[in-house]
C-alpha cells in the first residue's frame, strides 16, 4: 500500500444480497463476486443550509445530511464461454428488475413444426403449452429455410404459435424445424419480491468503498462491426467509502473476446435496418424511501416506474421508410431484434416485441439518408429482452 492512489489498480465485486441492504459479502470478496469492469463512483450528500447569523456576510457552513452512492458500471458484453451459464455481469441485471431464466436444455431435437407463415410457426411438443414461455429466447430454423436461421421469439401462444423477428419466404411450413438452445434470459419484472439488490465493495489501490442495498438501470450500445456495450446505473446506501484497505489478491480478469455485431441480425418491423447504432435503454427510476430511523434518515433505494426507450439509425429506404412513416403517424407498434455472436456461451440476442416508433426525424450518414428513430416500448413486462446463449 502507497500512499499515492494509482486509478489502474481497481477492481469491483457485487454480489446479490439476501436482505436489501445487508452487507452481503461481509469482508472479503469471493472469486465469483468480482466483476470485470469499469467503475465509476460518485457520493452524493444532502446539506442543509445552516441559518445562524456569523456575525459577518459569510454565511455559515452547511449542516451534512444523508450520504448516498451513485455507481456507473462500463462492461463489454461478453458471454460466460458456456451455454445456460450466466455471464458474471447478469447479476447486475438482476439489480435492474431483470428476472433470470436459464434454459439448461435445449429444447426440440431440433422438432418439426405442424405449420407456418411468412412470420410465425406453430410448434408441437416438446414445446410447452404456457402463454410466452419462451418470449425473448433464441430460436434455430433449420430445414426450412434452407441454410438455417437464428431468429428470437417475440411471442409466444398457450398454442405453441411463436412469432417472429424475420420475414421469411418461402413461407415456413411442417419442413421447418426448430429448437430453442440452451439459453439464460434476462426479462423485466414488476415484482418486488423477485428483484435483486447488491453489495458493491469497490476497491482502488489501497481504498475501499463498501456500498450497499444497490438497485438501478442499464443500457446496451450496439455499433455495426463493434461489440455491444453495457452501461448498468445503480444507486445504493453508503456503508463506508475512502477506508484504507488493501486490494485482494485472487482476481482473474475475464479475457474473452466480446462478439461483433456483425453476420448477425438488426431487424425493425421483420425488416433489415441497416443501422450504424442501436441504443436499448431500460430506464428504470429509483427512489429513496424516507425513515428517521435509519442510519443516513432514508433506507435502500426502491424501483418506482421505468421509461424504457430504443433508437436506432437506419439508413432510409424507398420501401422501408415509408413503412416507417406510416407506423409512426398513426401508433402502430412494431418489433425490433438484434443477434450477434456466432460460438455458444457467447451469442445474444436482444429484442423488443413490441414499441411505437415514438420520432422519426431525417438525417444523413456518409452522404446516405438515415431515420433517425425513437421508440417506446408499449407492452408491460416486455420492454427489453436480452438472452445469452
Known amino acids: 500500500m502507497t500512499a499515492s492512489i494509482r486509478t489502474r489498480i481497481e477492481q469491483v465485486a457485487f454480489k446479490i444480497e439476501t436482505t436489501q441492504g445487508v452487507d452481503a459479502i461481509g469482508g472479503t470478496p469471493a472469486a465469483a463476486d468480482w466483476v470485470t469492469c469499469q467503475a465509476q463512483i460518485r457520493f452524493a450528500q444532502d446539506q442543509t443550509p445552516n441559518p445562524v447569523m456569523t456575525g459577518a456576510y459569510e454565511d455559515a457552513a452547511p449542516i451534512p445530511g444523508g450520504l448516498r452512492a451513485e455507481i456507473t458500471v462500463t462492461v463489454p458484453v461478453v458471454g460466460s464461454g458456456v451455454a445456460a451459464t450466466p455471464p458474471e455481469w447478469g447479476r447486475l441485471l438482476r ?22 407463415t411468412s412470420t410465425t410457426v406453430t410448434a408441437q411438443t416438446p414445446f410447452g403449452t404456457t402463454a410466452q414461455q419462451y418470449r425473448g429466447m433464441p430460436i434455430l430454423l433449420s430445414g426450412n429455410p434452407a441454410g438455417g436461421s437464428t431468429d428470437v421469439v417475440l411471442d409466444y401462444t398457450a398454442g405453441r404459435v411463436i412469432s417472429l423477428a424475420k420475414t421469411y419466404s418461402p413461407a415456413l411450413s411442417t419442413a421447418t424445424m426448430l429448437q430453442i438452445p440452451q439459453n439464460v434470459l434476462y426479462r423485466p419484472i414488476s415484482d418486488e419480491l423477485q428483484e435483486a439488490s447488491l453489495t458493491c465493495y469497490a476497491y ?22 463493434r461489440p455491444a456495450s453495457l452501461v448498468v446505473r445503480l444507486s445504493g446506501m453508503v456503508a463506508a467509502f475512502n477506508e484504507a484497505a488493501a486490494v485482494p489478491a485472487g482476481y482473474t480478469p475475464v479475457t474473452r473476446q466480446p462478439p461483433r455485431w456483425a453476420s448477425g441480425v438488426s431487424q425493425l418491423n421483420r425488416a433489415l435496418a441497416a443501422c450504424a447504432s442501436a441504443s436499448l435503454d431500460m430506464g428504470v427510476r429509483t427512489g ?71 420520432e422519426l426525424q431525417p438525417a444523413e450518414r456518409v452522404e446516405l439518408g438515415v431515420d433517425a428513430l425513437a421508440l417506446v416500448p408499449d407492452q408491460p413486462n416486455a420492454s427489453i429482452f436480452l438472452a445469452c446463449f
Not at 95 to 114: F, Q
Not at 206 to 224: D, E, N, P, T, Y
Not at 304 to 333: E, K, N, V, Y
Open 204 to 225: 482502488r489501490d489501497g481504498l475501499r468503498h463498501r456500498i450497499l442495498g444497490c438497485k438501478g438501470s442499464f443500457s446496451i450500445g450496439l455499433q455495426a462491426g
Open 95 to 116: 439489480a435492474c428488475r431483470m428476472a433470470e431464466i436459464v434454459t439448461s436444455a435445449a429444447v426440440g431435437a431440433p422438432t418439426a413444426a405442424t405449420a407456418g
Open 288 to 358: 429513496y424511501p424516507d425513515n428517521p430511523e435509519a442510519p443516513e434518515g432514508f433506507d435502500a433505494p426502491i424501483i418506482t416506474g421505468a421509461g424504457p426507450r430504443i433508437t436506432l439509425d437506419p439508413f432510409s429506404h424507398t420501401t422501408h421508410t415509408p413503412s416507417r412513416s406510416g407506423a409512426f403517424q398513426a401508433g402502430t407498434p412494431v418489433p425490433f431484434a438484434a443477434i450477434w455472436g456466432l460460438i455458444p456461451g457467447n451469442r445474444f440476442a436482444a429484442s423488443c416485441p413490441s414499441a411505437q416508433i415514438v
